[in-house]
């Protein structure tokens, strides 16, 4: 019997109530870092597709903010009383507007902010493009600020000690490479398309019934090996970098990924969903956090991909992780989460889509902060060496119908980014809002004064990401000014 | 759902002379003017003006590394540095999910349920559809698939022909063989100097690879018949041969 | 004849470039057309213009490669679009980047006069025009690479000995290998299978909101676009359909038959008339996923001329200014600073898109003649513009697209990548340009080119 990813999901969703793990494995860092002495660092790049608005976010304009009632009944602002300061915030954000129906989230804005206020920066920016999938790879390649590559092919090209340095879950502009053919091919992206069965394409024969044993299995690598010396094909095409990288994958990658055991670590799929016994596979030992952090890991492609993307970091697999929401509607066994097209449900209904996105991807930030907080790493936590970029196509038209309060957005170019992570000067929101335009505006990168006159681009974001993340590259932009 | 979005699916049903050419390589060919002027000589030489030396030699290269065996021109010198020296182009191509798949079927004889499943239940060609080389268009908006292979690629290949290997031995162990004819999978133990050995190695370098091994080739993958069983024995020089980077390019 | 080389002048120094230039100067997108004017042979200005980067660093700031340097230094004092033709003539026998290779060389290999590791030093090969294929050609490799690509899977032991275990002659191998490739040509495999995925980057489908849709939203069905695509792609049919369809496709039986007309009422079918109609780049599809709820349909035009003439605005490709230029009609702030470098091409080629209409319910992808008026509060129906030339409607637009060098270049690039997984090297330019240069004299049918394109060096070439 054969079945599709969604059917496998529906036919055994019900089983997925409760867990239990057996005996965890042990966890074994491994080095992050390019330099010996370089701090771990880990950047998760969380793609908030098609167009998360910051001032639907964490940037929120009141109506009295604004100078006139009849102009703010043409914006989209909010009532004073959805705007919320949490104590000793810098920061405010928009609350769990209770939206009902077929599009919801259980998540308030709040509970994010007063969680991590300290750690959260807002910085303005003003993008290039309003077409999706181009927005979306200058959201992570600094409008090829560094050559064409991505923040996250940068940052593993430093901190490159990771068996996959660089894992990519998302999907359009956000997993798009990036332009730099001098990148070394050990900081391209590992596409993962489905996290629930990522760990199975770790091992070359486990888990395949009937497959030889270990010992047996290494003897026909070695013969393959072997035969590759001898034949015609590999002395004719000994020059091939494409037969080149296949053996050096099967010669170095392989072993390793192997040695880890990461079909055992990352292996998400509970044995209440399925029975992985006759397999020989086992879950992962950290399935139980996991699952204590998002309740619908199985279910929720979205908390699922929050969930490995904590593994991989948390294994030392990756020292760069993106993931996000997709255009795709995702399903879950509980209906619709989320919006459909994500954002960009905005051009149908502006409010219901940013209000309902940002809670459903703050959620999942959530969740993988915790989990970051709770594994040791030196002296304090893996947090303490990361960063979350919620990276976005652009922002959305603040205008609406006079009075109405459902409504459709276009692409706007005008956005802010939200970055979260102790290494920034936290608890601050960088640049200006004119509360009549509600248009971001920046800040000199000297001073830290708002200057209306100044916009900040897609690649300051990226100097200031990569600045945190201790990468440096010719012609970036001094962001000192925001790291703590 | 609301306003414009709203839809159903009711509406869907669910030769050019081969001369032009030459001529035109020939025409284009850049660049190798008289001293007089900037146009194209549009000549006979079929060779470039390019610096004669390598692309750090910087300026005054005069050269002296003409290669009139790579032209076919009138004799003059031409200074450029041999083409046989030219860097070449990727020789090989990668044959990604649908080639890799078909062959694997096709040299075993195996419908697509049968080739190979994860856990019982998932297709291994969903499973495995980015790291094989396919795109995924439709859920993950990959219009294009990726350039190279990724890290986890040779893994992929190798859970696909190991479990289409495990199965192939199955099924001919266990009725009337399609592909392991030449050795008795139900029988003895084998030595790697068995004639029927080599024999099935042929078999599988024609089923797999589509020509015979070479005797080295046979006397590597025949060693993995001692102290195995004659199932173990094809099922890994299936595997062995299934996976080689020959298996992989074409 | 001798092969001038090595640098005749000193080359600025690229820092200078950027620190001087940068406040005064800024990056031209008249740039690469007037340049292909005057070397409208090179291979970057055959059937594409010039990329920005043959100058550029960067346009934005704008930073200027050596060879950008050098041009920028020589502009008379007329000005840029007048006087460039000068400095670009002035500077041909500079080596720029000290690469050891001229400017002028550099732009007729196709290789960067402003960058020193690009650069192609190295003798083209000489072949000879008489020959059935090129000398190093290897019948059973074309036949493998043939198989694999268009059958889908590789030959057996039995079917290679029957091609070439009798030893013939080369004019049999060629035979046979085009005998196979018509079969594989006409299999499930290629047209049914393979294909499709040649036309997902140019259709872009969304499952979630598309055909496939599993919560019941659709806003067209893309199922028309593929079978459009494959209908196109095959049966010997005039490759210029995908811009200038005026019917649709539908599927009965395993056959792929055209219909006229409007096809079905509101969202899932094609309610376009046949005037209005313009191949792949008008059905409800293409318009929904491209213009959305845009009221000037940039991105629609926009991926017409990325998808079909292989010109990626977003990339600074293909930039073709109209003067005067962008208006900014819808006032989105286009005219301003660095956009107006892609928006004065890009404007004037979506003008004629905005009667289309994008995801609008029942009316997705319907025409009006008023649509501009009631979308775009400022429309002063402006000239629509594509590679220069003023055209009136969509359909002209695509009519002069499908006629076009980038229109032939991009399809059989489109094949070409598809076979070798990569574009043609510097010594295969020559081969490639030649490749798609001979299209219309293929009837502009896929099935041919690729009959053409197997015999290539580049496809069978020992390398």
């Known amino acids: 019997m054969s079945l599709t990813r969604r059917g496998f999901l529906r036919s055994t969703a019900a089983a997925a109530t409760t867990l239990s793990l057996p005996g965890g494995l042990e966890i074994v860092p491994r080095a992050h870092a390019g330099g010996a002495g370089d701090p771990p660092r880990f950047l998760f790049v969380v793609a908030a597709s098609g167009g998360a608005n910051i001032v639907d976010g964490f940037w929120p304009v009141a109506q009295s903010e604004v100078s006139s009632a009849a102009l703010a009944d043409t914006l989209t602002v909010f009532p004073d009383a959805v705007i919320a300061q949490p104590a000793g915030s810098n920061l405010r954000c928009v609350t769990n507007l209770g939206i009902t129906g077929l599009f919801t989230t259980d998540y308030d804005l709040n509970t994010f902010l007063t969680k991590y206020y300290q750690d959260m920066v807002v910085v303005p920016v003003e993008n290039t493009s309003v077409n999706h999938a181009i927005a979306q790879k200058r959201a992570i390649n600094g409008a090829g600020i560094n050559r064409g590559r991505t923040l996250m092919e940068a940052m593993a090209t430093v901190h490159d000690g990771g068996l996959l340095p660089n894992c990519n879950l998302a999907t359009g502009g956000f997993i798009e490479p990036g332009d730099d053919e001098s990148l070394p091919a050990r900081a391209r992206a590992e596409l993962i398309a489905d996290p629930l069965t990522f760990a199975v394409g770790t091992h070359g024969t486990r888990g395949l019934p009937g497959a030889p044993g270990e010992a047996l299995v290494q003897r026909a690598r070695a013969a393959r090996a072997e035969l590759e010396g001898a034949s015609a094909h590999g002395q004719r095409y000994g020059h091939s970098a494409l037969r080149q990288r296949l053996l050096d994958l099967q010669a170095d990658t392989v072993p390793a990924l192997e040695a880890a055991d990461l079909i055992t670590s990352l292996m998400i799929v509970p044995e209440e969903l399925i029975d992985l016994a006759p397999f020989g596979l086992q879950p992962s030992p950290l399935l139980d956090e996991l699952q204590a952090v998002f309740p619908r890991l199985l279910t929720d492609p979205l908390q699922m991909q929050a969930g490995l993307s904590f593994l991989l970091a948390r294994y030392g697999v990756a020292s760069a992780v993106t993931f996000g929401a997709r255009f795709t509607p995702e399903t879950s066994a509980d209906g619709l989460e989320g919006t459909p097209l994500a954002f960009d449900f905005s051009h149908t209904d502006h409010v219901v889509a940013q209000n309902v996105m940002w809670g459903r991807m703050m959620n999942a930030v959530d969740g993988l902060i915790t989990l970051l907080q709770g594994a040791p790493m030196g002296e304090g936590t893996m947090w303490d060496h990361s960063l979350v970029y919620v990276a976005t196509d652009f922002g959305r038209t603040r205008q609406r119908p006079a009075g109405q309060g459902s409504f459709g957005t276009g692409h706007h170019l005008n956005n802010g980014a939200l970055l979260v992570s102790p290494l920034l000067d936290g608890n601050r929101v960088w640049g200006g809002i004119d509360p009549d335009t509600l248009l971001t505006y920046g800040f000199d990168l000297r001073t830290g004064d708002p200057d209306p006159g100044i916009l900040l681009r897609e690649g300051h974001i990226y100097s200031l990401v990569c600045q945190a993340m201790g990468v440096s590259f010719d012609g970036q932009h001094d962001m000192s000014l925001l790291l703590a | ?250 | 004849m001798l092969c001038r080389t090595g640098s005749l002048g000193a080359t600025i120094p690229l820092v200078l470039a950027g620190s001087i230039f940068a406040e005064t100067a800024h990056a031209r997108p008249t740039g690469p057309s007037l340049a292909c004017q005057t070397y409208g042979e090179i291979p970057e200005c055959r059937g594409r213009l010039l990329d920005c980067a043959t100058c550029h660093d960067s346009t934005w700031p704008p930073t200027w490669n050596a060879y950008g340097a050098a041009v920028y230094g020589a502009l008379p004092d007329e000005g840029f679009d007048a006087g460039l033709v000068e400095a670009l003539l002035a500077v041909e026998e500079q080596d720029s980047d000290g690469d050891g290779v001229l400017n002028i060389d550099e732009l007729a290999l196709g290789t960067n006069p402003g960058r020193d590791e690009d650069a192609w030093p190295w003798c083209l090969p000489s072949l000879d025009p008489d020959a059935l294929v090129p000398v190093d050609y290897d019948f059973r490799r074309a036949l493998q690479r043939s198989m694999v690509l268009y059958c889908g899977r590789s030959p057996t032991w039995d079917e290679l000995d029957a091609f070439d275990g009798d030893d013939p002659e080369p004019a049999t191998l060629h035979e046979r290998v085009h005998t196979q490739l018509d079969e594989c040509l006409a299999s499930d495999y290629w047209q049914v299978q393979a294909l499709p995925r040649l036309a997902d980057p140019l259709i872009t489908p969304i499952a979630s909101v598309g055909a496939d849709t599993t919560i019941g939203i659709t806003i067209a069905d893309y199922e028309w676009d593929y079978r459009l695509f494959r209908y196109i792609m095959t049966g010997d049919r005039d490759v210029r359909d995908l811009l200038r369809a005026d019917y649709h496709v539908i599927e009965q039986n395993g056959a792929l038959t055209p219909v006229q007309g409007v096809q079905g009422g509101g969202v899932g079918g094609q309610p376009l008339a046949p005037q209005y109609r313009a191949g792949m780049i008008t059905t409800q599809w293409f318009l929904a996923r491209n213009t959305m709820f845009s009221g000037l349909p940039r991105t629609t035009a926009a991926q017409a001329y990325r998808a079909y003439l292989g010109q990626d605005i977003a990339q600074q490709q293909g930039l073709w200014p109209v003067t005067g230029e962008p208006v900014d009609v819808d006032a989105s702030g286009v005219a301003e600073g660095e956009c107006a470098s892609c928006h004065s091409t890009l404007d004037p080629l979506s003008y004629a898109f905005a009667y289309y209409e994008g995801i609008a319910g029942p009316s997705t992808g319907t025409w009006r003649a008023n649509r501009p008026q009631n979308e775009i509060p400022g429309w002063s129906d402006d000239q629509t513009f594509i590679l220069g030339q003023a055209v009136d409607d969509v359909p002209t637009w695509a009519d002069t697209a499908a006629n076009s060098d980038m229109f032939a270049r991009n399809v059989v690039a489109m094949l070409y990548q598809h076979a070798l997984g990569r574009g043609p090297a510097v010594d295969e330019q020559a081969e490639f340009d030649a490749l798609w240069q001979s299209l219309p004299d293929e009837q502009w049918q896929a099935e041919r080119m690729i009959h053409r394109l197997v015999d290539t060096r580049a496809f069978g070439g020992d390398r």
């Open chain 2, 1 to 250: 759902m609301t306003g414009s979005m709203t839809g159903s699916m009711d509406g869907r049903a669910t030769t050019f002379t081969a001369a032009l050419a030459w001529v035109s390589l020939l025409l284009l060919a850049p660049a190798c003017r008289d001293d007089g002027g900037p146009q194209a000589d549009g000549g006979s030489s079929g060779t470039t003006s390019a610096a004669p030396s390598g692309p750090s030699d910087s300026a005054d290269s005069t050269g002296s590394t003409a290669d009139t065996g790579d032209s076919s021109d009138d004799g003059e010198p031409a200074e450029c540095a041999p083409a046989s020296e030219a860097p070449v182009p990727e020789p090989l191509l990668w044959k990604r999910l649908d080639g890799f798949e078909a062959d694997l079927r096709q040299a075993l004889v195996l419908t697509p349920a049968e080739v190979c499943t994860e856990v019982g239940v998932l297709p291994c060609r969903d499973v495995h559809r980015l790291p094989l080389g396919a795109n995924e268009a439709f859920n993950l908006n990959l219009y294009r698939p990726v350039a190279e292979p990724l890290a986890t690629t040779p893994i992929a290949m190798e859970r696909m022909v190991m479990a289409a290997c495990i199965r192939r031995v199955a099924l001919d162990a266990g009725g009337a063989p399609e592909v392991f004819t030449a050795i008795d999978l139900n029988g003895p133990g084998l030595d790697p100097s068995d004639e029927a050995v080599e024999e099935q190695i042929s078999l599988l370098y024609r089923r797999l690879l589509s020509r015979e091994p070479t005797s080295e080739e046979v006397e590597i993958i025949a060693a993995l018949a001692q102290d195995t069983t004659p199932q173990q024995f094809g099922t890994l020089a299936c595997f062995a041969i299934g996976t080689t980077t020959e298996a992989a390019t074409f």
